[in-house]
Structure formats: structure tokens, C-alpha cells
């Protein structure tokens, strides 16, 4: 039986119009109102996160999500930070220097807006996905000052899968790299993953790995996915993510996510 469900959201939980379907809601209600616990795990910021949660209801039950790629575990109920784990300004600065010899464009997080310098064609990608307010500053690395929950390249895909491929998972021992969309490469500390959040959680709550179920479609879903016990690709995952999944399912315009949850959890 089946007790813990772990969502990625962009491309995953979310349509590609950026809204959860009214089949894949009911499914995760229906699984919800069995005992089983639901959570979200994104790269977003907690602010961008929190609008769904609410549509799934998650602050009403014992329920969590995990933001900035695991750099933060949230309680719902009382939206409690429970986990957090930064990029210090030293490490920062470190992805801010290396952005800016390589001519990429980056954005990080302070107080829950997103603050850039400059500007780019899809200098407004993640405010368009999150909701979350954009601040212009003169100049980044020196405005921030302290630790930020992770730090984002945001450029043209072609510049973004060759930093990618360059860094093969690490800018250095210390500050590790992901990509989540074709446009974005993610930085955050060591350690930080969403697998490593979600066998944390797991092991507080007392579920087994094996009574977990993880959907997702990016690199930074990898290990969470290979770590539940029923590990879920959507159909519009890349090869990666599809190559390690127990079972992929239909994408995420075509409701995979209610797909599984009836066949594995409501049929039980």
C-alpha cells in the first residue's frame, strides 16, 4: 500500500498552460481522502508552490512541499520551514562569476522575489511560471549579501545544454548544478535534491521507501525518482528520467498522474 505521493510540478503536475487538470486534482483528493499523503517537490520558490497546494488542499492535512529543488521543506499547515539549506554568499558569487564569463543570464531569490540585473528574452520565464514579483538591481552579486536558496541560469536552450553538459552535474565540490527546463540550470548547495529531501521526510514519517511513489520529468527529478519505490516518468520526461523510471506514463496534458494513482492506489 501506497502512502506517500511526490509530485514535480513544471511539466509534470502542471499542464503545459501551466494549470493542474480537474481529472489529475480529483485523483490526488481520492488518494488523499484514503490516507495517503501528498506532496510537492519543485524547483519553484515556496511562494510559487502555494497556490496549488491550496487547490490540492495540502493545508489542511498533515502535508509538506519542497521548494528551490530541496534547498527548503515547508509545512503546510502552518507554512513552518522544516529543512533549509542555502547557497552562502560566497558560493553566490562563485555561480555569479562563472554566469558571468560564460555571457549567461542569471536570477536568484531574495525575500521571495526574483532579483536579476540586465536583461534577456527569457529574463521573465520563472515569474511567468511562479507568479512571483521581479526586482531589478544594479548589480547582483553585490546586492546580495547573504545566503539565497539557490541561484538559476536562465538563457537560450542551446547555451544552457552546453553549460550543462560542461558542468556534468557540478560547477565545483561544493555547489551542484541541474537543469529542470531546457532554459533553466539550477545551482544549489551540495547535498541539496529533492531525493535526498523526500528519504529525509520519509524516514521521520516512518514510510518505506517502497511505499512511496515519485512522478517527474527532469534531471533534477532523477534521484527522487529512483529512490521510490515506484518511481513515475511522464510521457514528455526526458530519456534520462524515462531510463531510470519503473513505469512511464501518459504526459502531462493527458493526465499520467491520475493514470497511476488509479491503477496503483484507488483500485486498492
Do not use: W
Not at 49 to 75: C, F, H, P, W
Not at 226 to 238: D, R
Amino acid at each position: 500500500m501506497y502512502k506517500l505521493i511526490a509530485l514535480d510540478m513544471d511539466d509534470t503536475l502542471m499542464t503545459s498552460s501551466n494549470v493542474m487538470s480537474d481529472r489529475t486534482r480529483e485523483a490526488l483528493m481520492a488518494a488523499q481522502n484514503q490516507g495517503v499523503k501528498v506532496m510537492l517537490a519543485s524547483g519553484r520558490p515556496t511562494s510559487g508552490m502555494v497556490k496549488d497546494a491550496k487547490i490540492l488542499e495540502l493545508d489542511q492535512r498533515e502535508s509538506y512541499i519542497m521548494s528551490y529543488n530541496g534547498a527548503r521543506l515547508t509545512a503546510m499547515k502552518d507554512m513552518s520551514i522544516k529543512k533549509e539549506r542555502s547557497l552562502s554568499k560566497d558560493q553566490f558569487d562563485q555561480v555569479y562569476d562563472y554566469c558571468q564569463e560564460n555571457n549567461i543570464f542569471i536570477i536568484t531569490y531574495v525575500d521571495e522575489e526574483i532579483v536579476y540585473e540586465g536583461s534577456h528574452a527569457y529574463m521573465n520565464r520563472e515569474h511567468e511560471l511562479t507568479g512571483l514579483p521581479m526586482k531589478k538591481v544594479d548589480n547582483l552579486k553585490d546586492y546580495v549579501q547573504g545566503f539565497v536558496p539557490k541561484a538559476m541560469a536562465v538563457d537560450f536552450e542551446d547555451k544552457i545544454s552546453q553549460a550543462d553538459r560542461d558542468l556534468d552535474g557540478r560547477l565545483n565540490d561544493d555547489i551542484h548544478a541541474t537543469t529542470s527546463k531546457p532554459y533553466f540550470l539550477e545551482f544549489i548547495a551540495k547535498g541539496v535534491s529533492k531525493g535526498v529531501i523526500l528519504k529525509e521526510l520519509a524516514e521521520e514519517l516512518d514510510i518505506q521507501r517502497e511505499e512511496i511513489i515519485a512522478f517527474g520529468d527532469s534531471d533534477n527529478d532523477k534521484n527522487m525518482i529512483e529512490f521510490a519505490g515506484l518511481g513515475v516518468a511522464m510521457g514528455n520526461a526526458n530519456d534520462t528520467i524515462k531510463s531510470v523510471a519503473d513505469i512511464v506514463t501518459a504526459d502531462n496534458d493527458h493526465d499520467g498522474i491520475a493514470d497511476i494513482i488509479e491503477q496503483y492506489v484507488l483500485t486498492k
